[in-house]
């Protein structure tokens, strides 16, 4: 199985900062991995898909970038609707596994 | 506008089964791949189930093969997860996701609790 160890843990930072979240995948992924948003009580949300590939809707202060083994999410400007918990997700080969989230907090 | 619902969950003691549904709208259900996610309490998110459009190809978490069993209505545009044999472990909000390559819309999940 293909192991996602998704850095930091925890974050905390200010309005107007710009934060990145690491997913490190245990083999190559081929760019198959999508990071979500899940606030309380929510469902999750898709905000990036292949790596890199912004999903409709999904405010342009969020990208991603990676190949192979390392992937990264990038928020910049964050705002006050950005404390949330992120997670990644590989689906290059099943069985599918998330990294164990990062959780953002806004100071 | 993509809806997923799902319904069936609830309290259960270890050993008994459950079986969980997903009303699918706003989208052609027949045409896409759809997985079922879950995730315990205070938890992470895991993978459990992922079955094709027209029901060819199914896969499962270890942690659930034997003992959960994915399927779909497609004249229902309907998602099921049979689960017998349950275990504390699989206490869970399920969230069924619909697969546009990827899970890209999710339902609000069903919880289910497993004890005695």
């Known amino acids: 199985d293909i192991q996602m160890t998704q850095s930091p843990a925890s974050l905390s930072a200010s309005l107007g900062e710009t934060v990145s979240i690491e997913c490190l995948a245990s083999e190559d992924i081929y760019n198959n991995l999508a990071w979500y948003q899940q606030k309380p009580g929510k469902s999750p949300q898709l905000l990036i898909y292949y790596a890199s590939s912004l999903q409709d809707g999904v405010p342009s202060r969020f990208s991603g970038s990676g190949s192979g083994t390392q992937y990264s999410l990038k928020i910049n400007s964050l705002e006050s609707e950005d404390a949330a918990t992120y997670f990644c997700?590989?689906?290059?080969?099943?069985?599918?596994?998330f990294g164990g989230g990062t959780k953002l907090e806004l100071k | 506008e993509v809806q997923l619902v799902e319904s069936g969950g609830g309290l259960v003691q270890p050993g008994r089964s459950l079986k969980l549904s997903c009303l699918a709208s706003?989208?052609?259900?027949?045409?896409?791949?759809m997985n079922w996610i879950r995730q315990a309490p205070g938890k992470g998110l895991e993978w459990v189930a992922s079955i094709s459009s027209s029901s060819s190809y199914i896969y499962y978490a270890d942690t659930v093969k034997g003992r959960f069993t994915i399927s779909r209505d497609n004249a229902k545009n309907t998602l099921y997860l049979q689960m017998t044999s349950l275990r504390s472990e699989d206490t869970a909000l399920y969230y069924c996701a619909r697969d546009g390559g990827y899970p890209d819309y999710w339902g609000q999940g069903v919880m289910v609790t497993v004890s005695s």
């Open positions: 997700l590989q689906d290059s080969e099943y069985p599918w596994t």
């Open positions: 706003g989208f052609t259900f027949s045409n896409y791949g």
